[in-house]
C-alpha cells in the first residue's frame, strides 16, 4: 500500500498528465561527459597544445575552465578537432572551417547525421584535390610552369617563361593546359 497522501496508480493505466524527464543531450547513454586536459587532448588528437589553444581563441572548439582556470575539454571535443584537420588537408581556410562549425548544433554534442550534413557537400573539393594530387605526381619530373627555367625540359615546355602569363604559382599543377 502506498504511503498516504500518494496517488494510487494503476500500472497499466497512462495519463497524458504525466511528466516525462529525459537527461539532457550531454548526459544521454552513450555520450560521455568526461572533460580532458589539454595534454590528454592533444595526445589523443595529435595536435600540439598550442595549436588547440589557438583554435580555441579562433572559435573553432570550447572548453570549461577549472577553478585554476586551467582548460578542460569535452572529450566530443576530439571529433571537432578531427574535422578540423581533415578540413585543413581537403584545404579549408580556417575561415571555411569556422563556418561549417557554426552549423553544428549548438546545444548538444553532434551526432552522425550532423556530421553527414556537413560533408556532403565536400565531394567536388575532394575530386579537385585528387586531380590536383594526380598532377602533382605526374609531373615531378617535368615542367610545372613555375618560371623557373631550370630543366632542359622547362625551355622547352614553357619557352620565356610562357606559363606565366596565366598568373603566379606552377601554373602546369594547377591545372592550366601546356603550351598556352
Known amino acids: 500500500m502506498p504511503p498516504r497522501g500518494s496517488p494510487v496508480r494503476d500500472p497499466e493505466a497512462t495519463s497524458s498528465s504525466e511528466l516525462e524527464v529525459q ?16 595534454g590528454e587532448v592533444a595526445r589523443r588528437s595529435g595536435v600540439a597544445a598550442s595549436a588547440l589553444r ?10 570549461d575552465r577549472a577553478g585554476s582556470g586551467r582548460r578542460r575539454y569535452p572529450r566530443a571535443t576530439l571529433r571537432r578537432i578531427a574535422f578540423i584537420v581533415f578540413a585543413q588537408r ?8 569556422a563556418a561549417e562549425l557554426a552549423r553544428l548544433p549548438g546545444d548538444r554534442v ?9 560533408s556532403r557537400g565536400w565531394a567536388r ?32 615546355a614553357n619557352p620565356g617563361d610562357r606559363a606565366g602569363r596565366g598568373g603566379p604559382g606552377p601554373r602546369y599543377w594547377m591545372g592550366d593546359p601546356r603550351g598556352a
Open 23 to 38: 537527461a539532457p543531450s550531454c548526459c544521454r547513454v552513450g555520450v560521455s561527459t568526461e572533460l580532458l586536459t589539454i
Open 90 to 97: 581537403v584545404g579549408l581556410s580556417l575561415e571555411e572551417i
Open 54 to 63: 589557438f583554435y580555441e581563441e579562433r572559435g573553432l572548439i570550447t572548453s
Open 110 to 118: 553532434p551526432g552522425r547525421r550532423d556530421w553527414d550534413r556537413l
Open 125 to 156: 573539393r575532394i575530386d579537385e584535390r585528387i586531380a590536383e594530387l594526380e598532377r602533382l605526381r605526374g609531373s615531378l619530373t617535368e615542367c610545372i610552369g613555375c618560371g623557373c627555367l631550370s630543366m632542359q625540359r622547362c625551355r622547352l
